[in-house]
């Protein structure tokens, strides 16, 4: 187990120390993506027992953060991007946040079973395991395919939104699932690259710090390939209309156009914003875009304004 961070002096925590171990603006994707699962699955769900299902998939994704953060606390005090979190600033006990992390998963993961259903539970339990045990403490510090296993922790949202409200595992979850699956190794390495030498300092075995810059946009430019057809292919099997599948043909292209630059290391003259940082930023709207497609496609379906999809 990682060493403990030891220090001199530990200052009186209030509530927002403990709001930021959970990763507020990363839980901001996370209730977004789950939200559109729910709202673009077939079939209706009581607003309570859907607000219900998002407030316990919001609780389970701060609950992982918080364990994250305190398994990784050490580590996060040498690199400059996390040392002002609250436990490597000295503003939390490590035992708080990990008796925090562990209350809010179980909370989360109680409260879906109870108010929503026991397959959305499991499917819950399941992804806080993936990311604050499979991912962080295994995987994170091992290999650098670390990224690549391990964004199926960040893919359950959507995934568990949509089984909240069908009670079933279906063809269009699994590719919701698939989606940030696929997105989450190009858009991490495009992060990694600006931020390696933090990586490197404190031994995470980060792919552009063990292989090098020259395979990491690889990489980035064969997951990108990849994610296309996965986009489109909600449209492909008919689960969605036209609407949402020219979304993501644009959008796609949008990502694929991008790479390329990143691939090449191909630099506009002095432009100040490089090519791995225009990709990390779009691959953010490329997310929120997409699933926002997905929603709308259903909402135009579902008042008869289109055709074409059965959602399946």
């Known amino acids: 187990m990682n060493t403990i961070v030891t220090t001199t002096n530990i200052m009186p925590a209030d509530w927002r120390d403990f709001f930021t171990l959970t990763k507020p603006r990363v839980m901001t994707l996370v209730i977004f993506t789950g939200i559109c699962g729910l ?24 609950g992982s953060a918080v364990l994250n953060q305190w398994w990784e606390a050490d580590l996060d005090k040498g690199m400059k991007r996390t040392a002002s979190r609250p436990l490597p600033d000295g ?16 909370v989360s ?8 259903g026991w397959l959305a539970a499991i499917s819950l339990f399941a992804a806080i395991i993936y990311y ?22 960040g893919a359950f949202p959507p995934f568990i939104g949509w089984i909240a409200v069908t009670g079933e595992i279906t063809a269009m979850p699994i590719l919701l699932f698939a989606i940030i699956f696929m997105w989450t190794p190009p858009h991490f390495w495009a992060l990694a690259l600006f ?11 980060m792919l552009p710090v063990v292989a090098g810059e020259r395979a990491t946009r690889q990489q980035i430019m064969i997951y990108t390939v990849l994610l296309a057809p996965i986009a489109i292919a909600p449209w492909l099997i008919g689960g969605t209309s036209w609407v949402y599948g020219s979304v993501a043909v644009v959008l796609s292209a949008l990502f694929l156009m991008l790479a390329v630059p990143v691939l090449s290391e191909e630099r506009q003259g ?11 930023k779009f691959s953010i709207v490329y997310l929120f875009a997409l699933f926002a497609a997905l929603v709308a496609d259903r909402v135009l379906f ?4 289109i055709g074409g999809g059965v959602f399946a």
Not at 91 to 106: T, V, Y
Not at 109 to 116: C, N, S, T
Not at 270 to 280: M, V
Request: cysteine-free; proline content about 7%.
């Open 39 to 62: 709202l673009a699955a077939p079939g209706t769900i009581h607003p309570v027992i859907g607000f219900t299902a998002i407030l316990a998939i919001a609780l389970g994704a701060g």
């Open 91 to 106: 503003r939390l006990r490590r035992e708080d946040a990990r008796d925090f992390g562990i209350f809010l998963s179980a």
């Open 109 to 116: 993961v109680g409260l879906m079973g109870v108010a929503v």
């Open 132 to 153: 604050a045990v499979i991912y962080t403490m295994w995987l994170k510090p091992r290999t650098p395919q670390n990224i690549v296993i391990g964004g199926g922790a």
């Open 195 to 205: 931020v390696k030498s933090d990586y490197a300092k404190v031994g995470i075995p």
């Open 270 to 280: 002095a432009d100040p914003l490089q090519p791995e940082k225009r990709l990390f």
């Open 302 to 305: 579902a008042n008869g304004l």
